[in-house]
């Protein structure tokens, strides 16, 4: 069992850089429809959905940097094909929404993707030892379940 140059077991962090390039696919997908959600929002709420969305993909933007550097971090590399992106990703693309309901709909889904291979990452970055991927983890899902709980509230449910 080889060790890589930040002392963890180079076949878990293939599998983690693996996943990590899974999420990194996931969170491109949702960037970019959160994009589109923002340039199209159209009816009452278009001021208010406008800048939410803005902040959202603003956020997205950071973490995608983030996962992807730890992706390097694991001494991987992150994919970085739109290609790529949309052979992998479980977000699906969203093209042409201007519904507010339709599009806070379609990132609570998105979300929960996300969520859950952010868990499943959380567990194999604790068989690795891996603590950096783990806090990543940890720090993402607890932000966006509170994330999830306010769009939820703003669909009433």
């Known amino acids: 069992m080889g060790k890589n140059f930040i002392g963890l077991d180079t076949d878990k962090t293939q599998n983690l850089a693996d996943s990590l390039n899974g999420l990194l696919a996931n969170y491109q997908i949702f960037y970019m429809n959160v994009r589109g959600y923002h340039w199209n929002i159209k009816g009452d709420n278009f ?7 803005e902040e959202l993909y603003d956020d997205l933007l950071l973490k995608i940097d983030e996962i992807a550097e730890r992706v390097l971090t694991l001494g991987h590399r992150p994919s970085h094909a739109y290609s790529t992106y949309i052979e992998t990703s479980d977000v699906p693309e ?28 959380l567990s194999l970055a604790g ?18 379940e509170k994330t999830v709980w306010m769009y939820r509230s703003y669909l009433g449910q």
């Open 127 to 144: 068989e690795a030892d891996d603590e950096g991927t783990a806090a990543l983890m940890s720090d993402y899902i607890a932000q966006q």
């Open 47 to 53: 001021f208010e959905l406008h800048a939410k969305f």
């Open 94 to 121: 969203r093209k042409d929404v201007a519904d507010g309901k339709d599009a806070v709909s379609n990132i609570v889904e998105s979300f929960g993707k996300l969520i859950a291979k952010q868990r499943d990452l």
